[in-house]
């Protein structure tokens, strides 16, 4: 059994967020009212929720530069964590700050679906990651759209790491049209992580290993933490949530499949915490003698073995 590690970027600092957002009234509301029935349900300990409380109460400080910024504590809790496992995982960061980007041609995508960050001003990051052993993906926006919408998203990473070759791409939200592989070949991508659901896990199509289609490989997202925990999805609570986890693990490692986890970067901390489900998967793949990958090195081990 092979595990992938992932990470959607979706949101990386609550500061960039209007304090009269929606998405800042969201946050508040879950860290003190939504996290409260989490604790009366046992799901979270008191501690978890004075923490946050305090994060919820303390957003306005993040906006002054008072306050340590929530979002960019979870990417640091992150690298904490896989470093502490010595494991390593690919991060798949936007393209566009503000760009909801379409649903298909002619339908536009929900506003909320636009990044809060401009990656081009993260290219240190970027840099660091790639050169400790994480991998940097691109979570694409519009690149489901065309060939040329593809290349444009892949145009401004190859900018920002002008010494990177080989290309993996997760559409935003996962919209999956006929073509979208297609698009990738031909605009230059390596391989596509989308592959995937939002309302399930598991091994869609019966799909255990990457494979190849139109041109480009392709690596199955089986695991995603929205699917189980998110209110609009699932809504279970993280007993449930590994239970159902478990499950997948086992058939992963009775097919020697390569299981791909989705855990976003907001959920290692406020209001999510879900961070120790995380940090869970990783003991009982290593309990169960698995072999940790990023997405580029998954692919490139079935590559080299079907040639």
Not at 112 to 139: M, N, T
Request: with cysteine; glycine share 6%; proline share 4%.
């Amino acid at each position: 059994m092979k595990i992938v590690l992932t990470h959607d970027v979706d949101h990386l600092a609550l500061r960039n967020v209007p304090l009269w957002s929606k998405a800042s009234a969201s946050f508040i509301k879950q860290c003190i009212f939504s996290n409260f029935s989490r604790l009366l349900k046992k799901d979270i300990n008191g501690l978890t929720y004075i923490k946050s409380f305090l994060s919820g109460i303390s957003l306005p400080l993040v906006k002054l530069g008072i306050a340590k910024d929530p979002r960019e504590k979870c990417l640091l809790r992150i690298l904490t964590i896989e470093k502490e496992y010595n494991v390593r995982s690919t991060f798949y960061f936007i393209p566009f700050k503000g760009t909801p980007g379409f649903v298909r041609r002619e339908e536009p995508a929900s506003m909320y679906r636009g990044a809060d960050y401009d990656v081009r001003k993260y290219k240190d990051l970027l840099l660091e990651l790639e050169e400790e052993g994480w991998e940097v993906g691109i979570h694409g926006i519009n690149a489901h759209i065309s060939p040329d919408k593809a290349a444009e998203e892949l145009k401004v990473f190859k900018t920002l790491l002008p010494e990177k070759t080989k290309w993996g791409m997760r559409i935003h939200w996962l919209y999956q049209p006929g073509d979208l592989w297609k698009n990738l070949k031909d605009a230059g991508y390596y391989y596509d992580a989308t592959f995937g659901s939002n309302e399930d896990i598991g091994f869609k199509e019966n799909r255990f290993h990457p494979f190849k289609k139109d041109g480009v490989w392709v690596l199955p997202m089986n695991i995603q933490d929205g699917a189980l925990l998110a209110p609009w999805h699932k809504h279970l609570t993280r007993e449930q949530a590994w239970k159902e986890i478990q499950t997948v693990l086992d058939t992963a490692k009775e097919k020697q499949a390569v299981v791909t986890i989705l855990w976003h970067n907001a959920s290692f901390g406020a209001p999510r915490f879900w961070d120790r489900l995380y940090c869970k998967i990783i003991e009982e793949g290593r309990k169960q003698g698995a072999q940790f990958l990023t997405a580029l090195q998954a692919v490139e081990h079935f590559e080299s073995i079907s040639s």
